[in-house]
């Protein structure tokens, strides 16, 4: 489903790299799209923060339904999980270490809209 995406963040990762990358992916029409973003961190080379203008103008052209960035790291880390259940939002990362890239969906909106029952669903798994 995401093949050519995942081209288009793997080489733009390795272009860049050993700088963290960052980004959205977009829904326009019936495609999604890679839309790039500054990575504003002061700490490029092992953290990735999204420049918040980039996001503004993301949603003007379409609906932001994932994001994505890449890492030296050989797997996604805990931050990464919380980004996306946070955000709502899935994520692709990809760690250049190992030449792989890992999907994340956020487990939050299993949660919502349900009535709270005690000794039911009072604690997350």
Do not use: R
Request: proline share 5%.
């Amino acid at each position: 489903m995401f093949e050519l995406l995942y081209n288009e963040i793997k080489e733009y990762a390795l272009k860049n790299k050993p700088e963290e990358i960052c980004g959205l992916i977009l829904n326009v029409g019936e495609k999604n799209y890679v839309f790039p973003c500054k990575n504003v961190s002061f700490y490029k080379e092992n953290s990735s923060i999204l420049n918040p203008i980039n996001y503004l103008n993301a949603t003007k052209i379409g609906k932001v339904i994932g994001m994505y960035h890449s890492q030296p790291n050989d797997k996604p880390s805990i931050l990464d999980e919380i980004n996306s259940i946070n955000h709502n939002l899935f994520s692709i990362i990809y760690c250049w270490n190992n030449d792989k890239f890992y999907f994340i969906e956020p487990k939050l909106k299993d949660y919502l809209n349900k009535d709270f029952k005690i000794g039911q669903n009072d604690c997350f798994e």
